[in-house]
């Protein structure tokens, strides 16, 4: 499974904006489909997952706020993010779980938050 992010950029405090990560390859197999992001000098924490049957989790600080969606016809998945906050600046990261393996991860997309 190859994972392509893209969305990413700078963006006010308080604005939103939208990630988006198109999956390729075995896709038929992908179960599970997830944000990530890493901030400077902080470990990776997981953001938000979606299942194939459209059950969500998010992490405590993007309740609320962000909301993960996924079109499966096109293979996508999307993190809307509103209210952006500068501590939601980060490299965000897609990934996929499949009943081959995984999680795959896509290159990354910085988002930076200005005050």
């Known amino acids: 499974v190859q994972l392509q992010a893209s969305g990413g950029g700078l963006v006010q405090a308080g604005g939103p904006l939208t990630l988006s990560c198109a999956a390729s390859g075995s896709t038929f197999s992908i179960y599970l489909m997830g944000w990530y992001r890493q901030a400077p000098g902080k470990q990776r924490e997981l953001v938000a997952t979606i299942g194939n049957s459209g059950k969500t989790t998010y992490t405590d600080s993007a309740k609320g706020r962000f909301t993960i969606s996924r079109n499966n016809a096109r293979n996508t998945v999307y993190l809307q993010m509103n209210s952006l906050k500068v501590e939601d600046t980060a490299v965000y990261y897609c990934?996929?779980?499949?009943?081959?393996?995984?999680?795959?991860w896509g290159q990354g997309t910085q988002v930076t938050v200005s005050s």
């Open positions: 990934t996929a779980n499949t009943l081959r393996g995984g999680p795959y």
